[in-house]
């Protein structure tokens, strides 16, 4: 007999669902709470003596210092010119932990700018990167970060990575003491070097110090213009603290002309015609998308594109390019069956044709077909390599085209509908129907998969995500972090049907990322009407970043901010006892230095010191249901909470 839980869904009622390709977890509503379960401590309420401080001095007029004011009252700031080029160009917020450096910036931001720029508390630069890398992969428009010098910069650096590899727009800006005769203190030398952006200049697409405001202007522009060309990236403008400081110059400054984006690139017509036969001719092709997309019409691109040949599309998630309630969403094995692979700014290329395991011998592997042909349309040919190696293994594409994927989709569609034959044509319907069985048959397999070990403890990671998903599903949501922590759960069975349900993960695996990034997508999520924001946080990764909870919780950002708490970094858990095998040692010996215990941490007791709402400890699935169903009534009333759920690894 299934074990009924206490409000939960059990798994007959789970596995029940499996009846109907894409069917989602049974709800089962309206069951209290046990009895014996702890109370929620309360939600700390708003302080009104803050808010009434900020309200009143907003409504402050500004002071007269008269005729007598001497020489260190500044009218007329070089940073309100340095902001007013900001807010032209549509920047809304200003992420940042204090720094002298840019202070001139920031109280031109917080007074001169007022209504017109927002001012985001960080407790640590690479939070700030972290919100700004999320909030640009939400709004579709970059954030501004602002650090401190060197030492800043050396915390933001590896947010920056993270967003340079996820090639995502994010504006940086670096205060400096370049006049080594204004440096009033040791830690003002200390703090100074003489080419700023020298040490993250191998991950960032442009970087400028101006000498004026006028050159101010210009690089702005300029770099404003290259960071959102793709392939995006982080810029870095480095401004000196004199100049934000001083008085501007009596010459009036020239206006800010209009900024006018750069076309994206996209293919010759040749190259879109060549690649349209390709497709149509080809007996099982696949399409392969990575960060393919960048607004839902480009996921409706991508669906009419699939539709028009009857190909399954294989997302690697990062971003939600594909319905996954759809019928041609495609299991990853299907490459190994195609003659044609299409892939769209695809990555990691090499990993779609060959895998090099994780053995002694680390031999490549073909998975693909020999006589499988690759096209590759991929803006990051566009983008010059360096030190680092985030592009990844380099596989030969038969037909490598530097391009833009978004905008590439249209013209291509237009040249497949064109060279449809009316015999290709015909085949769709068969196409279709085998398409429509094999998704029917995967969707079957993951209900079953999740239902496995649904009543264990420690809690298993697809009853965490399920229980999430039935009481989320009825309204406009959104899944703010990566999931591949989380063995992709929801990207397997929840209905992803919308660009802005999933962003994808960090770029970079930096660990540290989900905090940060989960926040900032939130921030642009209220800024658009609201949606629930979930983010899935393995407890190594919130370790890396706890004070970005405080920032959640001073700015009233909605965030159900689930910590998948399987005690350990877990993948290097699994991977020390991988090796421990090899060598003939106890495998269990491979937990040493990799787990996160003795003493365990109570996540919930760490949310409520930063002011976050957070139910007591969660370790009985049982809990799930009526701890969830708190939680959410919390973030729907405007503010972040978080569940910490003792879970099982993956």
């Not at 309206?30 to 401080?53: C, F, I």
Request: net charge negative; aromatic share 8%.
């Amino acid at each position: 007999m299934a074990k009924k839980d206490s409000g939960g869904v059990d798994r007959r009622a789970f596995l029940g669902g499996i009846g109907a390709a894409g069917a989602a977890a049974a709800a089962v509503a309206g069951v209290k709470p046990s009895p014996a379960e702890a109370k929620p401590t309360a939600l700390p309420p708003v302080s009104q003596s803050y808010a009434t401080t900020i309200a009143q001095l907003e409504q402050a007029p500004p002071i007269d210092h008269g005729p007598g004011a001497d020489a260190q009252h500044i009218t007329n700031p070089g940073s309100d010119y340095m902001v007013d080029v900001l807010i032209a160009l549509g920047y809304k917020y200003v992420a940042a932990t204090p720094g002298t450096t840019f202070r001139g910036l920031q109280e031109s931001v917080i007074n001169y700018a007022q209504g017109k720029m927002e001012w985001l508390s960080c407790a640590h630069e690479e939070i700030s990167g972290s919100m700004a890398h999320g909030y640009a992969k939400a709004a579709g428009k970059p954030m501004i970060i602002m650090v401190h010098n060197t030492v800043g910069l050396q915390h933001a650096s590896m947010a920056m990575y993270n967003c340079w590899a996820d090639r995502v727009p994010m504006l940086v800006i670096l205060g400096n003491y370049a006049d080594g005769a204004l440096r009033s203190s040791s830690a003002d030398w200390d703090h100074s070097m003489l080419d700023n952006a020298a040490m993250v200049r191998g991950y960032i697409k442009y970087d400028e110090q101006p000498g004026s405001l006028q050159h101010y202007k210009e690089s702005m522009l300029r770099g404003h213009g290259l960071m959102m060309t793709a392939p995006s990236g982080p810029i870095v403008m480095v401004c000196e603290q004199t100049l934000q400081e001083d008085t501007q110059s009596r010459k009036p400054q020239p206006p800010m002309p209009a900024y006018v984006a750069a076309t994206q690139p996209a293919p010759d017509p040749g190259a879109i015609h060549q690649i349209a036969q390709m497709l149509v001719t080809a007996k099982n092709p696949v399409i392969v998308a990575d960060r393919a997309t960048r607004s839902q019409a480009d996921v409706q691109n991508l669906v009419k594109l699939a539709e028009a040949l009857q190909v399954p599309v294989i997302d690697k998630l990062g971003r939600m390019n594909f319905p996954t309630n759809h019928y041609l969403n495609g299991a990853p094995g299907l490459t190994s069956e195609a003659d044609l692979i299409l892939a769209l700014d695809p990555g990691d290329l090499a990993s779609y044709v060959e895998r090099l395991p994780e053995s002694i011998a680390r031999d490549t592997i073909r998975t693909a077909r020999p006589d499988c042909k690759v096209i590759s349309i991929d803006s990051e040919l566009l983008a010059s390599a360096g030190n680092y190696q985030d592009k990844q293994r380099f596989y030969q594409a038969d037909f490598p085209v530097a391009a833009d994927s978004p905008t590439t989709l249209p013209y291509l569609i237009e040249a497949v509908n064109s060279a449809m034959s009316t015999a290709r044509r015909n085949e769709n319907p068969q196409r279709e129907a085998r398409q429509r069985e094999a998704f029917y048959i995967k969707r079957q397999a993951d209900m079953a998969y999740a239902a496995v070990g649904w009543d264990s403890q420690p809690i298993s990671v697809a009853r965490m995500c399920m229980e999430i998903w039935n009481q989320i599903k009825g309204d406009p949501w959104s899944v703010v972090s990566s999931t591949g922590f989380q063995s992709n759960w929801p990207a397997r069975l929840w209905d992803f049907t919308d660009y802005s349900q999933y962003h994808g993960g960090s770029g970079a695996a930096g660990i540290g990322y989900i905090g940060g990034a989960a926040i900032g997508c939130a921030l642009a999520h209220k800024d658009n009407g609201g949606a629930v924001c979930v983010s899935f946080q393995g407890d190594g990764d919130f370790m890396m970043g706890p004070g970005a909870m405080w920032t959640a919780a001073h700015h009233r950002i909605p965030l159900l901010m689930v910590i998948h708490n399987n005690r350990a970094w877990y993948q290097e858990t699994m991977s020390v006892q991988i090796l421990a095998s090899r060598r003939d040692r106890h495998p269990d010996r491979g937990r040493i230095g990799t787990e996160i215990v003795d003493p365990n941490i109570n996540y919930a007791n760490v949310a409520q010191g930063f002011g976050v709402y957070a139910e007591p400890q969660i370790t009985h699935p049982d809990q799930l249901a009526p701890a969830i169903a708190r939680a959410l009534k919390v973030v729907k009333s405007g503010h972040p909470a978080l569940l910490d759920i003792v879970s099982q690894g993956r």
